[in-house]
């Protein structure tokens, strides 16, 4: 493809549009040490000279490799069997999207299809979809679900201990739409989704409430049996939307057996690699129900004429006919290729794998946590069930404390600051089946 460049004038014209004085302002909320600025290539290299001297600037990041990653928040860094990436990247399936004829692609759709398969066996639903961009993504297409399916427009609750961006996405979505969104902050401490409340608020809208979005795990990491509070929302005819990383239920009692009507979020952690923010992988899964309010692409699996089993893409929502204000969803599409290391994933691990991996997780997690109890930096590490997350409390600020772990090669966590300013010392720390002893060790060394 051609490559056109922005004039001058076309820049002005859209930083304008967004209210930027100039291309420098328009990244100004990124941090500094973060941005490569201009980059100063010599004028006039050939493509050999180029490629090497862009790699020289790449080098710059490989320092980052060595680093021990304690760093979670809705993308993991988990072990990845070198057989994901080899089949992923076999020429039949390396693209990003799902194919458009079935009749020539039987095999990437049996792959597609078995990926749907797994997804909605560890949610505990009926259906999944074949993905969608991302857990941002997911969690608005899992809400809208429920409202078309209740026919309710006018409310949502939502969990505030989900993910920040997570919330975030909703609103902008929905806020438009005039849709009434009430956020039940979590139980005091501040980590756990307080479902009592979820509860309460259901309850107060009535008729108007479409669905309660809770996490599971939430974004501290705290799980919650869902049980109660996804009976008492489906006794006033709303709905329950489960959001969460589908690895934790490998070992964990799945969001759909315990009532949960959508299951979705970010499923990064199967076998998708961190890379920069992405691409991802979000998915949804559902009970049978609602199949038919799915958003994206779904593969089913038929017979043709001759009686062979076959596949092909049974719902078709939006992704090849452009429907408008009929269709289903707007916003969506999918990552087939995040969707296919997957479903390699999975496949390489089997059940047993990944409950094992979730069972490393939890035990490394907690041998950190109670490490944790003793660091001279440490103010406090609050008692709630977690998965592999967790916070604490520093006596410096979380953004200092990081600072002094990074430079002994350790991403220790995420400052919760960076949310809400009265979390400004809390880190929310992540441990998974990666994690050593030693690194664990390391860690709690370097607070002291």
Do not use: W
């Amino acid at each position: 493809m051609t490559y056109i460049p922005h004039t001058e004038a076309e820049r002005a014209e859209m930083l304008k549009a967004v209210g930027a004085a100039s291309l420098d302002a328009l990244f100004d909320h990124l941090p500094r040490n973060l941005r490569c600025g201009t980059l100063n290539a010599p004028p006039g290299l050939g493509e050999m000279e180029l490629t090497a001297e862009m790699q020289r600037y790449a080098a710059r990041n490989r320092a980052t490799d060595q680093l021990a990653c304690f760093l979670g928040a809705g993308a993991y860094d988990h072990f990845i069997p070198p057989a994901v990436f080899e089949l992923a990247s076999r020429g039949e399936l390396y693209t990003a999207y799902t194919p458009y004829q079935p009749e020539i692609s039987q095999g990437v759709l049996q792959a597609i299809y078995e990926y749907q398969t797994m997804i909605a066996s560890l949610a505990g639903c009926d259906v999944a979809n074949a993905s969608l961009y991302d857990g941002a993504t997911a969690v608005i297409e899992g809400v809208q679900m429920a409202m078309r399916q209740t026919g309710r427009m006018k409310q949502v609750v939502l969990d505030g201990a989900l993910h920040p961006s997570y919330i975030a996405t909703v609103r902008a979505q929905l806020q438009v739409q005039g849709v009434e969104i009430r956020l039940v902050a979590p139980v005091k401490g501040g980590f756990r989704s307080d479902l009592s409340g979820l509860a309460q608020a259901a309850k107060a809208g009535g008729e108007d409430l479409a669905c309660v979005a809770v996490g599971y795990p939430n974004f501290f990491g705290a799980v919650e049996d869902l049980s109660k509070l996804t009976a008492d929302v489906h006794a006033g005819g709303g709905m329950v939307v489960a959001v969460g990383t589908p690895f934790a239920y490998g070992l964990l009692q799945p969001p759909g057996a315990q009532g949960a009507d959508i299951v979705c979020g970010e499923a990064q952690a199967l076998g998708v690699p961190l890379q920069f923010g992405g691409p991802y992988l979000g998915y949804v899964a559902s009970t049978q129900a609602l199949v038919r309010r799915m958003p994206g692409r779904l593969v089913g699996r038929t017979v043709d004429v001759q009686g062979r089993p076959s596949f092909t893409l049974t719902l078709q929502a939006r992704e090849q006919h452009i429907r408008r204000e009929k269709a289903t969803s707007n916003i969506c599409t999918n990552t087939a290729l995040c969707a296919m290391m997957a479903h390699f994933y999975m496949g390489c691990l089997g059940r047993r794998g990944l409950k094992r991996a979730g069972e490393l997780a939890v035990a490394k997690a907690d041998l950190l946590r109670g490490k944790l109890k003793k660091a001279k930096a440490v103010t406090a590490v609050p008692e709630y069930t977690a998965f592999h997350e967790f916070s604490y409390e520093t006596k410096e600020p979380a953004a200092k404390v990081l600072e002094k772990l990074l430079a002994k090669n350790i991403l220790g966590g995420l400052d919760l600051g960076r949310f809400d300013p009265s979390r400004k010392n809390q880190v929310l720390v992540c441990v998974t089946e990666k994690r050593s002893v030693e690194e664990i060790d390391a860690y709690v060394k370097a607070l002291d």
